[in-house]
Every structure is written in C-alpha cells, then in structure tokens.
C-alpha cells in the first residue's frame, strides 16, 4: 500500500513540474491581444493600408511610363 501512495505522489510530482502545455496558453493570449488590437484600431490600420496601395499603384504608372 505505501508502494502505491508513493507512487501516486511522484506521478503529481511530475504533473506538476511538467510545464509543456504554458506555450500553448501564451500564445492563445498573444493571440487575443492581437486580435483585440486589431479590431480596436481596425480604421487606422484600413486607412494606411489603403494609402500605401494607392502610393504603390501611383508610383507603379510612373515606372511603366
């Protein structure tokens, strides 16, 4: 019997030194923040967006003239 509950208490030992799975939940919150980001400044980021194609198309009809 004292075989067995030792070797429960080293299983939870190793359970809980076992760390593989905080990657997971640190990128899952990266991921929200970005995301939440991304909505907030959602117009800002539109608007460049936009500027840079229309300068990029504007500079594109100078190099092919």
Do not use: H, Y
Request: no cysteine.
């Amino acid at each position: 019997m004292k075989k067995l509950f030792r070797r429960i208490i080293d299983t939870l030992k190793g359970l809980a030194k076992d760390q593989s799975g905080i990657g997971v939940v640190e990128i899952i919150l990266i991921l929200v923040i970005v995301i939440g980001l991304v909505l907030i400044f959602k117009n800002e980021i539109t608007s460049i967006i936009n500027s840079a194609f229309d300068s990029i198309k504007s500079d594109s009809g100078a190099i092919l003239r």
